[in-house]
C-alpha cells in the first residue's frame, strides 16, 4: 500500500490529468484571451505577424521543389503527388482552448517533412506492442521480405534507432532515388562514391533513408501505416477523415498477397501527410498531454522520453522530426523544453508545456520569423 503522502501526490497528479480539456471529433471548445487572463493585443499583434510573415514562395509546391531540390540535385524527379498550398494559417491553444485562429486552417495541404514525425509514431506503436523488440535491435532480420536493402556488412549495422534519428548512413537506392542523391555534399563526381560512417555516428538528413525506415515499418506491422495510424493515433483523438498519406507512383509492394502503398516520410519528391492545421493541432495536442487521450496512453511516455532526447551527433534532434531546443540555440524565445515538428514551407507544430501552449503555424517563412512569432505569443501570456 502507498504511504498517505505518496497517495496524496498521486491523487494530485490524477486530478491535475482529469482536469486537461480533450476536444471531441469535430469541435474544439474556444475562448476569450482575456478569460484567461492573455493580453488580446498582443496576442492580436502575433496572429499579425503570422500573417505579415507568409513564406514568400509560390503556393505551387511542384514549382517550390522544382526551383529549390531540383535546382541543386540529381534524380529530382517528382513521383508522387503535389498541391497548390492556402495562404498562411494557423491556430493558438492555450490551457487546451482555442485563443485565436487565422488564415483558411481547413485548406489540406502537404505538410512535408512533419510527414516524418507521424512516422517515428507509428514506428514507436510498433515498438510499444512489442512487435520490435528494442530501438537497438538490428533492422535487418526484420526485413526479410526484402534482405537486399541490407546486404551489404554496412548496411547490417543499421539499428533502428540510427533509422528513428537519422544517423543509420544506409547505402543504397530505394524507389529509384540513390542515398547520395539527397543534399549531396562535396563535388559532384565524388558524389557515388561518398565516404561511408559508421552508423549512428554521424547525422545527416535524409530522405531516401526515412523512406527505408517508412518500408520497413511497413514490413513489421503487414498493413499499410496510414492504416495504422488510423487507428491507433487520429480516430482516437478525433482527427477529421480529410488527411491523406501518400507515397510514391512506384512505391508499391505486395505483402501477404496484398497490393500495398509504402508511403514517404515527407515531400521532397511528393507524396507525404496532406492535412489541415486542426488535425495537426489535435497530433501535437497529443503530445502537449505526452501521449495520453482522454484517459487513454495512446503513445507510451518511454517512447516520447526517447524521441525528445538528441543524440551524441546532434543534441537538439531526437526521433525524426522532433526538434529541441538544448541552450535555447534554435528557438531562444522558448523555454529549452520546448519541442517543434517542423516541416519545409514552413510547416511548424510548436509544443510547450512549461507554458501549456500549443502552437500551429503553417506557411511561415524559413528565417527568424517562428522565433518571433513564439516571443509575440508567449509575450502575451499571463506571467508566470
Known amino acids: 500500500m502507498h504511504s498517505p503522502v505518496v497517495f496524496a501526490l498521486l491523487l494530485s497528479v490524477n486530478v491535475v490529468a482529469a482536469e486537461h480539456y480533450f476536444p471531441p471529433a469535430g469541435q474544439w471548445q ?27 514562395a509560390p503556393k505551387d509546391q511542384a514549382i517550390v521543389q522544382a526551383t529549390t531540390f531540383g535546382a541543386r540535385e ?13 495562404g498562411a494559417n494557423g491556430l493558438i491553444v492555450y490551457r487546451g482552448k482555442v485563443i485565436a485562429q487565422w488564415g483558411n486552417t481547413h485548406s489540406v495541404d502537404m505538410t512535408h517533412s512533419i510527414s516524418k514525425t507521424f512516422l517515428t509514431t507509428v514506428t514507436g506503436l510498433a515498438l510499444q506492442d512489442g512487435l520490435i523488440r528494442s ?26 534507432d540510427h533509422l528513428l534519428r537519422q544517423t543509420s ?58 492504416v495504422v495510424l488510423n487507428e491507433r493515433i487520429m480516430q482516437p483523438i478525433g482527427a477529421s477523415a480529410n488527411w491523406r498519406w501518400y507515397g510514391y507512383d ?22 507525404g501527410m496532406f492535412i489541415n492545421a486542426w488535425d495537426l493541432a489535435r497530433f501535437g495536442y497529443l503530445f502537449l498531454r505526452d501521449g495520453q487521450w482522454q484517459g487513454q496512453q495512446l503513445v507510451s511516455r518511454e517512447f516520447i522520453t526517447q524521441a525528445r532526447t538528441g543524440s551524441a551527433s546532434k543534441a537538439d534532434y531526437g526521433y525524426a522530426n522532433w526538434f529541441l531546443n538544448p541552450g535555447r540555440k534554435a528557438l531562444p524565445a522558448a523555454p529549452e523544453t520546448a519541442v517543434t515538428f517542423q516541416g519545409a514551407g514552413r510547416n511548424i507544430i510548436y509544443i510547450d508545456q512549461q507554458n501549456d501552449i500549443l502552437l500551429v503555424a503553417r506557411w511561415i517563412g524559413n528565417g527568424d520569423e517562428l522565433n518571433q512569432l513564439v516571443a509575440k505569443v508567449l509575450a502575451a501570456l499571463p506571467a508566470q
Open 135 to 160: 530501438a537497438d535491435d538490428l533492422v535487418w532480420p526484420y526485413a526479410v521480405p526484402d534482405a537486399g536493402l541490407f546486404a551489404t556488412e554496412h548496411n547490417r549495422q543499421i539499428r533502428w
Open 30 to 56: 474556444q475562448a476569450t484571451p482575456q478569460s484567461l487572463g492573455v493580453n488580446a493585443e498582443k496576442l492580436q499583434a502575433a496572429v499579425d505577424y503570422a500573417i505579415a510573415s507568409e513564406n514568400p
Open 169 to 226: 548512413d544506409w547505402q543504397g537506392t530505394l524507389w529509384g532515388k540513390p542515398d547520395w542523391a539527397d543534399r549531396p555534399e562535396g563535388e559532384p563526381k565524388d558524389w557515388p562514391n561518398r565516404p561511408l560512417h559508421t552508423p549512428g555516428s554521424k547525422y545527416k538528413y535524409n530522405d531516401v533513408r526515412v523512406n527505408l525506415l517508412a518500408l520497413v515499418t511497413t514490413y513489421v506491422w503487414r498493413k499499410p501505416l496510414p
Open 250 to 271: 512506384n512505391s508499391w509492394i505486395e505483402l501477404d498477397g496484398q497490393k500495398m502503398q509504402s508511403v514517404s516520410g515527407g515531400g521532397h519528391w511528393g507524396g
Open 74 to 86: 540529381p534524380y529530382d524527379q517528382i513521383i508522387g503527388p503535389m498541391s497548390v498550398r492556402a
